[in-house]
């Protein structure tokens, strides 16, 4: 089959044929018919991201959207010819999806939604996953609350913004200047961050007394805002990038609680792995209701061009997610 293989760190992509892999116990062959490309991807292009435990030389890729191939010994719940998504390769060793073929564990797929394409449904697994695991899995997202998205223009950040929406909570976001049509347009109110300090926008949009969800989907200074920003004894802040050094001071004299999210942990550890297929599985139905839908740059790429993606990815400058079609 062909795949892309990056040799070293920081190496340009070499299309190379390698052979088929065969389904494991547990495992099906899915033929790859698209691969999203997340940030992380070039981190471990770049050698730059260890806690993926990914050596190089590898095939690159997380997501994916595909059809089922062929079955592994002992699964069950799928037939040939499903079509199916999932972020489930490129993690740990794992061959990633910038190929025609990957055999992955059935427990990270779900079925495709029925009203996305190939295209669409693998620029979501990822962004999806965390940003479930975030506002449902720990901040037990709910009617009424009022959710704050750091980020909210981005590929956790938006997908964010729609599935608290979903679960019927207010939603605010923050973003630049030009985020601001794409953050309306999934429903939140806009907080242009460069213009408003955090006790600003707390007074304007909660009178002072927090919101109950912040999730951080930036990292760095953005997560030591977040903790200002929680509500008073029952605020929770939830980053999927709190890596750095952070005094939890503003957070505790709120007596006020943190989440980390971890997404690529059942990918490392093989524990929860049937959990992310149940995300998936659930943020279908939502996908299928019209509540949840990916924002895809218009730009379309395959494996021959797929150098031209992460350029654009490294340039900042994607005006959504990007995708690989093979």
Not at 251 to 263: D, E, I, M, N, P
């Amino acid at each position: 089959m062909n795949a892309l293989m990056v040799d070293v760190a920081g190496a340009p992509l070499r299309e190379v044929s390698i052979d088929r892999p065969k389904p494991g116990s547990g495992e099906v062959l899915v033929r790859i018919k698209a691969s999203g490309i997340n940030p992380l991807d070039a981190k471990i292009r770049a050698g730059q991201a260890g806690h993926a435990r990914q050596p190089l030389p590898a095939v690159l890729g997380m997501d994916l959207a595909g059809v089922v191939e062929a079955l592994g010994e002992g699964v069950s719940g799928w037939d040939v010819g499903d079509e199916v998504y999932g972020m489930a390769t490129g993690i740990g060793g794992a061959q990633g999806s910038l190929a025609e073929f990957a055999a992955v564990d059935a427990r990270l797929l779900a079925r495709k939604p029925v009203n996305l394409s190939m295209r669409e449904a693998s620029g979501l697994p990822l962004v999806l996953i965390t940003a479930w695991e975030g506002l449902v899995d720990r901040a037990r997202v709910q009617a009424g609350q009022t959710v704050l998205i750091h980020g909210g223009a981005g590929g956790v950040g938006h997908v964010a913004v729609q599935i608290a929406r979903a679960f019927g909570a207010r939603v605010f976001a923050t973003g630049s200047a030009r985020h601001q049509a794409v953050i309306e347009g999934f429903g939140a109110t806009f907080i242009d961050y460069r213009l408003h300090t955090v006790q600003e926008y707390v007074e304007q949009h909660t009178g002072g007394e927090g919101f109950d969800i912040v999730y951080d989907t930036v990292g760095g200074e953005t997560l030591d805002q977040s903790f200002l920003a929680a509500r008073t004894y029952h605020g929770h802040v939830l980053s999927c990038l709190g890596w750095g050094q952070h005094s939890l001071a503003p957070l505790s004299f709120r007596g006020a609680t943190y989440s980390g999210v971890f997404t690529l942990l059942p990918l490392l550890t093989g524990h929860g792995r049937e959990h992310h297929g149940q995300i998936l599985e659930q943020a279908a139905r939502l996908i299928e209701a019209g509540q949840l839908k990916p924002l895809l740059d218009p730009r379309r790429f395959t494996l021959q061009t797929a150098e031209e993606a992460y350029t654009l990815l490294a340039s900042g400058a994607a005006q959504g997610r990007l995708v690989i079609e093979i």
